[in-house]
């Protein structure tokens, strides 16, 4: 699970991966910082191809199989998982604010009787306390000239010669 969280917050970082941490720091009685764990970071991937994935997994949600973690009010991007036989649900998604990963299973398979994906209902449940007093944001949008949609600004004209694609000359 930690693993799929770290991975998707480069998808709304412009595809800057962070590690994983359980604190940011400690303080003491007297709430003066004793110990630190500043975030580490490293460039994963561009950011339009950042922007793609988000764009792509916001889709997953607004129309597919993860429409049961839809937030009212807020962007949602994520995906869901099985295994084989329905043993493990998964659901990995993320708002403009947090990304979150669920699983739902047991340490040995067992198949789950469930309707839906109990992972994407409890990811849910979690999200809409936390953003419960978060103004709406946006993900960020790729910078001007950047290629948007899946296949990018295609047109069917060549970028060489500024004709049509099938022009040979």
Known sequence: V????QAYSAFVNDGVFTYGRTYSYVKDSSGEVVLENPARTIVAFKANT????TDMLCNAVNSGTGSEARLSGMPVGGKTG??????????VGFTPYYVAAVWTGYDMPEYMNF?????AQIWKLVMESIHKDLPTKS???????S?????????GQSQDTGGDADDAG
């Open 115 to 119: 309707s839906g994906n109990p992972a």
């Open 2 to 5: 930690r693993e799929m969280t």
């Open 50 to 53: 950042a922007w793609n994935m």
């Open 147 to 155: 290629p948007t949609g899946i296949f990018g600004n295609f047109s």
């Open 82 to 91: 099985t295994t084989t036989n329905n043993c493990d649900r998964w659901f």
């Open 139 to 145: 993900f960020p949008t790729p910078t001007i000239g």
